[in-house]
C-alpha cells in the first residue's frame, strides 16, 4: 500500500483546509479493512495522532485538541482519506501524515498500529 498526502499550505488562523491522502495498491481496494489515521508533527516535537477511524467508517476518534474542529472522513470507491481542518490556530502548524493499519486491530489512537505511511503534507497557520 503507498499513500500519498496532499492539500497543505499556508493559511491565516481562523482558516479552513482540507488535506487528503490518496492510497494505492496492487490489489486495487487499499483501505479494505483497514483503520485510517492522521498523525502529524510539529517542529521540534514528536509525531502525535490527530484522528483515525476504523475500517468500516463507523467510528472515529480525534484528539481532544482538534475534536470539534477537525473531521476525518473517507471514500473507498476513490480510495481517498480527507482530515478537514476548520478554525485552525497557530498550534495546528506541522507536517500531517495520513497512514494505514494493515490487517490488524488496536486503537486508533496508537501509533503502533500503522504500518503504512504517506510522506506528509505541510500546513502552515499564520496569525
Known amino acids: 500500500v503507498q499513500l500519498q498526502a496532499s492539500g497543505g499550505g499556508l493559511v491565516q488562523a481562523g482558516d479552513s483546509l482540507r488535506i487528503s491522502c490518496a492510497a494505492s495498491?496492487?490489489?486495487?481496494?487499499?483501505?479494505?479493512?483497514?483503520?485510517i489515521g492522521w498523525f502529524r508533527q510539529a517542529p521540534g516535537k514528536d509525531r502525535e495522532f490527530v484522528a483515525g477511524?476504523?475500517?468500516?467508517?463507523?467510528?472515529?476518534y480525534y484528539r481532544d485538541t482538534v475534536r470539534g474542529r477537525f473531521v476525518i472522513s473517507k471514500d473507498n470507491a476513490k480510495q481517498a482519506l480527507y482530515l478537514d481542518l476548520n478554525r485552525l490556530n497557530l498550534d495546528d502548524t506541522a507536517i500531517y501524515f495520513c497512514?494505514?493499519?494493515?490487517?490488524?486491530?488496536?486503537?486508533?489512537?496508537?501509533?503502533?498500529?500503522?504500518?503504512?505511511w504517506g510522506q506528509g503534507t505541510l500546513v502552515t497557520v499564520s496569525s
Open positions: 495498491s496492487a490489489s486495487g481496494d487499499a483501505f479494505n479493512g483497514f483503520a
Open positions: 497512514a494505514a493499519s494493515g490487517p490488524r486491530m488496536g486503537p486508533l489512537n496508537s501509533r503502533a498500529l500503522y504500518i503504512y
Open positions: 477511524i476504523s475500517w468500516n467508517g463507523g467510528t472515529a
